[in-house]
């Protein structure tokens, strides 16, 4: 049986609706957008969340406590040690991490056959972790996520446990995974618009 979303329209609609408030709120990461309005402008797609990747440093009460951790520093750019440095001096108590996320979208498929062209495409120009995150002919949902990611532990308490060359090394590495997956994500933005031949 051929696998569709049920209701494909209407989920759509909802989806742009919320992205416009999230766009008005300035809640969409600024180099993201033109890739989102070239997936939303295809018939057969609607992008339902989204992360162009960041750089941050996070400072979290215990490990795996996401919701009572607080972002001492977040950059989706490439960062400078000076401001890694200025984020650190920000820390006081629990744990101290510097963190590299990868891009991560969610893209709704009206088929399941446009759900794996998605999915293709994504895993043929380097997002290696992409996968369909949701099957149903309730919703059918691709992930598109990368590979590129850091979890260092910097202190704990106000202490440092590394030094400073180390820091300033461990910021160069997750510059160039930055600078990786944006070059990745500008090179979906190119070839998205292929899907379109195909519908």
């Known amino acids: 049986m051929f696998l569709y979303t049920k209701n494909f329209e209407e989920q759509k609609a909802k989806a742009m609706e919320g992205l416009s408030k999230a766009l008005a709120e300035g809640k969409v990461d600024e180099d993201i957008i033109t890739l989102l309005e070239k997936i939303n402008a295809l018939e057969n797609y609607f992008?339902?969340?989204?992360?162009?990747?960041?750089?941050?440093?996070?400072?979290m009460p215990h490990f795996?406590?996401?919701?009572?951790?607080?972002w001492l520093g977040k950059w989706h750019r490439e960062v400078t040690i000076e401001e890694v440095f200025e984020a650190i001096g920000k820390h006081k108590s629990g744990q101290l991490w510097f963190l590299v996320r990868s891009p991560i979208l969610h893209v709704g498929a009206?088929?399941?056959e446009d759900?794996?062209?998605?999915?293709?495409?994504?895993?043929?120009?380097g997002f290696k972790y992409?996968?369909?995150?949701?099957?149903?002919?309730?919703?059918?949902?691709?992930?598109?996520?990368?590979?590129?990611?850091?979890?260092?532990?910097?202190g704990a308490d106000?202490?440092?446990?590394?030094?400073?060359?180390?820091?300033?090394?461990?910021?160069?590495?997750?510059?160039?995974?930055?600078?990786?997956?944006?070059?990745?994500?500008?090179?979906?933005?190119?070839?998205?618009?292929?899907?379109?031949?195909?519908?």
């Open 158 to 199: 106000g202490e440092l446990w590394v030094s400073e060359d180390y820091i300033r090394r461990i910021v160069g590495i997750a510059n160039d995974q930055l600078r990786r997956f944006k070059g990745k994500l500008r090179r979906l933005e190119e070839e998205v618009g292929k899907l379109s031949q195909s519908q």
């Open 47 to 59: 992008t339902t969340s989204s992360c162009s990747g960041r750089i941050s440093v996070m400072e």
């Open 115 to 125: 759900a794996v062209k998605l999915l293709n495409l994504a895993i043929g120009l």
């Open 110 to 112: 009206r088929t399941l």
């Open 130 to 154: 992409s996968n369909i995150k949701s099957v149903s002919h309730r919703k059918l949902l691709v992930e598109i996520r990368s590979t590129e990611r850091m979890d260092v532990p910097l």
């Open 64 to 70: 795996g406590d996401k919701v009572n951790s607080v």
